[in-house]
């Protein structure tokens, strides 16, 4: 029987040469804090749903993620999967080690920081988030669902992250460089695409470059959304001209992305998706195969424990 106290933890490497000596790092902290835990690593990005079901089986009721957001998307979704009075029982907490760690940077977590968030975990408070949940029909026209702590973005931010994937080798596995070079690419293609979007009582019919619908901060695009409202914020971002593009990328830096003439922020519950011609799907920073037919974005309301700071 596990001691409800002892932490079940999932360590999952970032693409470095020296994921041991990140660890180590960790392990330090943890010894240093006196906390009481296992732990297991992950192989691969699909073995991490796999392994936080072993920890939940085994009777863990504070499972620690180290890693980014993909991880996290994984761990809950996962517990997702579990009755209810289980999910109950669970705490999740991060430590952020990933590619993307913008969920952690939300509540105050910080790659470089591991002691201040190993003594912010061990006072162990909770707090009751949403989640956002896409319903779709996948290419053998089955409906299927996911959940996302962050953000689904469709469209523009949505390719440039399936050409970073494609690009990050060049560029010995850094992600700004990738990703800089995946925008600066798409920068000089008019990428926008033919949408028909409902959102409360708006209806959106026409050519759009990207929407992010947003549970958080959505890496900046939903910047006022928080996980704690049952609301989704969405912006929808129609194609500006080129003088305007560079001043979006300025405002987007400076944390005023709302700002910008050629962005139309909402506040909803639900997003129904009726038509997104060849646009693309990211889901919490991963590209999730592309809906086919129509689908919608909805939220649940305070399903998860998450360890916040104090």
Request: charge should be positive; include cysteine.
């Amino acid at each position: 029987m596990i001691n409800d106290s002892r932490w079940g933890i999932l360590y999952c490497p970032k693409n470095s040469f020296r994921p041991r000596k990140r660890w180590a790092k960790i392990e330090k902290c943890l010894r240093e804090n006196k906390i009481d835990y296992d732990f297991v690593q992950s192989e691969a990005s699909g073995s991490v749903e796999r392994l936080v079901k072993m920890l939940i089986n085994n009777g863990y009721k504070t499972i620690v993620i180290v890693g980014g957001d993909s991880a996290l998307n994984d761990a809950v979704n996962c517990l997702m999967q579990t009755d209810r009075k289980v999910r109950e029982s669970v705490s999740l907490g991060v430590i952020p080690n990933g590619l993307m760690n913008d969920f952690a940077h939300f509540w105050g977590f910080r790659e470089g920081e591991t002691d201040q968030t190993v003594k912010w975990l061990k006072q162990h408070r909770v707090r009751k988030i949403d989640l956002g949940r896409i319903n779709y029909n996948n290419k053998n026209h089955e409906a299927c669902h996911r959940y996302f702590l962050n953000c689904v973005n469709i469209g523009l931010v949505a390719a440039i992250m399936n050409l970073r994937r494609q690009t990050r080798h060049y560029f010995g596995g850094s992600r700004t460089l990738s990703f800089l070079f995946s925008f600066l690419l798409m920068v000089f293609q008019r990428l926008d695409y033919k949408m028909n979007i409902k959102i409360n009582t708006d209806v959106i019919k026409r050519r759009v470059m990207t929407v992010c619908i947003g549970n958080a901060t959505g890496y900046g695009q939903t910047p006022n959304a928080v996980p704690y409202n049952g609301l989704l914020d969405v912006s929808v971002v129609y194609h500006p001209e080129m003088t305007q593009l560079f001043e979006g990328i300025y405002l987007f830096i400076k944390g005023k992305f709302l700002n910008h003439k050629s962005v139309h922020p909402y506040r909803t519950r639900e997003v129904n998706i009726l038509a997104a011609e060849h646009a693309l799907v990211g889901l919490d920073g991963r590209l999730m195969n592309t809906p086919v037919g129509p689908f919608s974005i909805k939220v649940e309301q305070e399903v998860i424990n998450f360890l916040i700071p104090d």
